[in-house]
């Protein structure tokens, strides 16, 4: 499932702790915040590595699956997401910065 996985290096500590403390993988599956997260991501780079902490690693690189494959964020958001969260999350594109 994990495009490149075994392309990537290992993570910096600094970056494996932002990581821990950015992402609720404890208690979140990647899936949810993708359907309520990815609309504020305009780009996303913490795939581009391995970490350590296996779930850690796990969920980072399932969020990143979802992030880039086609429909993904869409399908999730229908799984997990009812539809006036949805619309909400589609009517927020056009509120500016």
């Known amino acids: 499932m994990h495009r490149y996985l075994n392309e990537y290096p290992p993570s910096p500590e ?10 609720p993988y ?4 990647a899936e ?3 359907a309520r997260e990815a609309h504020h991501w ?3 780079s913490y795939g581009e ?3 350590s902490d296996r779930d850690l690693n796990e969920w980072v690189h ?5 992030f880039f494959t086609r429909g993904a964020v869409e399908a999730a958001r229908e799984k997990n997401l009812t539809r ?3 619309r909400a999350i589609e009517a927020s594109k056009y ?3």
């Open 14 to 23: 600094w970056r494996e702790q932002l990581a821990a403390e950015a992402f």
């Open 26 to 29: 404890k208690t979140m599956a």
């Open 32 to 34: 949810e915040y993708a």
């Open 42 to 44: 305009v780009c996303f």
């Open 49 to 51: 590595y391995i970490y």
């Open 62 to 66: 399932s969020l990143d699956d979802i």
């Open 84 to 86: 006036n969260q949805i």
């Open 95 to 97: 509120d500016p910065f």
